[in-house]
């Protein structure tokens, strides 16, 4: 079985906002295999389904973001993930790649992520497989990169404009997922990683 889980804070409050991104990709996810996510395990909002012809988990921590590995961890152990660098994914929000664009990478540091250096203290390694969901600014027309702001803009709702251009990204994340279970993460990579657009460094595609 594989693990996918989305990052984000439970609450309505925070369902539109560009930290929880990777909740809603994984409800994309969900809607695709017609599941919903009600199972409470590990300390998460979970379904099984089939993706791309293999048997999944799909995960919520319910933990906020500061503690997704405590529910991470709790569902590798109850499922018996052999090898999280393989078995699992993860999509969150990164604020470092601009908003319409995805990166998957197969390890990385936190980058100022606490959900992702939650999991990577937890597990103990910075080996797993991450879908990156850029919403960040992108960079004005001079090439200038526009500052996000940071926190408060992570937890702020977002605007219509950007919650169509995300909405667009939430089915590339999802094809991204099962590209990754089907040929394998570098495949995806190459797939999805090599579109980069002005103002993106070298460094995001990759």
Known sequence: ???????GNPGIEYQFTPHNAGFLALDR???ECGVVLTNRR??????R?????????????ETFMNLSGLSVAALIQEFEIADASRDMIVLYDELAIPLGTIRIRERGSAGGHNGVKSISGTLGTEEWIR???GVGKPALADGREVKAGGKDYLLSPMRKQELAVLDEVLDRARS???????KGVGAAM?????????????????
Request: hydrophobic share 50%; net charge negative.
């Open 29 to 31: 996810i969900a809607e």
């Open 190 to 206: 190459n797939e999805f990683n090599r579109l980069v657009k002005d103002g993106d460094s070298k460094d995001d595609a990759v």
């Open 131 to 133: 879908v990156r969901i």
């Open 42 to 47: 590990g300390r998460a909002l979970t379904a």
């Open 49 to 61: 389904a089939r993706l791309a012809g293999e048997d999944v988990l799909l995960a919520k921590p």
């Open 1 to 7: 079985m594989k693990l996918i889980v989305g990052l």
């Open 176 to 182: 991204a997922v099962e590209v990754v279970l089907t």
